[in-house]
């Protein structure tokens, strides 16, 4: 597989639920991000971790939750969400240094219902 | 202020026209500037990314830097149908870590 993949691609999840979204990145990246893009709105950045250590975190809800084991690998757990969290989440990935891209993965559609 | 300022549109251009996005932004630090293409419903896709005022050309896109006027342009020559999209403008400062978004131009190609 070849540049950032999200899992899964859809989610519908209840109030009181616990999920995880998945970001894996083929690229040789060392930051990865986590943006909420909702309708209207710009991408709003939510987590960034370079080179494993977080390194950015804008106010986000502690039922929000990142993980980033390696420099490959991203998570975000999602605990006790309300509606207005239903957005398209998406995780996108650079080299840190420089002038450099972002590139992103497909986004995984959240529903909180 | 808003960081980075597009025209929300819809921006419509017949088929084969040039069309012309625009963008500003606020932070005179900012050092790195790049155009996404956003399909609904899907996520952005990287078009263009330009670093030195003047034109960068890329087939039948160019991108303009002008950092005196904090301003980042794309043109779309021989603009298709398959064009229309929402376009991003991101600006980025060298030594963070941010990539600032628009809220993004849709633009509609008529065939």
């Known amino acids: 597989e070849t540049g950032v993949t999200q899992t899964p691609r859809h989610l519908v999840m209840g109030m009181t639920n616990k999920k995880s979204l998945k970001c894996e990145q083929h690229?040789?990246?060392?930051?990865m991000y986590w943006y909420k893009q909702s309708a209207k709105k710009p991408l709003e950045l939510m987590f960034v971790?370079?080179?494993?250590?977080?390194?950015e975190n804008n106010s986000v809800p502690s039922r929000f939750s990142p993980e980033c084991p390696n420099s490959s690998h991203l998570f975000l757990h999602l605990h006790t969400l309300q509606p207005e969290d239903s957005a398209l989440y998406l995780c996108?990935?650079?080299?840190?240094?420089?002038?450099?891209?972002?590139?992103f993965g497909q986004g995984t559609r959240l529903t909180v219902v | 202020q808003k960081e980075v300022e597009q025209n929300s549109g819809p921006l419509s251009v017949p088929e084969g026209a040039i069309a012309s996005l625009n963008c500003t932004y606020s932070d005179r630090g900012s050092q790195s500037f790049f155009w996404y293409r956003q399909y609904s419903g899907k996520s952005p896709e990287l078009i263009m990314s330009i670093y030195s005022n003047g034109d960068k050309e890329d087939g039948r896109f160019t991108a303009q830097l002008n950092k005196a006027s904090q301003y980042v342009s794309l043109l779309i020559r021989d603009s298709q149908p398959s064009d229309s999209a929402t376009y991003l403008c991101?600006?980025?400062?060298?030594?963070?870590?941010?990539?600032?978004f628009g809220t993004g131009t849709r633009l509609k190609v008529l065939a």
């Open positions: 971790y370079s080179l494993e250590e977080r390194v």
């Open positions: 996108a990935s650079s080299l840190q240094g420089g002038f450099t891209e972002a590139f």
């Open positions: 991101a600006v980025k400062t060298s030594g963070t870590y941010k990539y600032i």
């Open positions: 690229l040789g990246h060392n930051a």
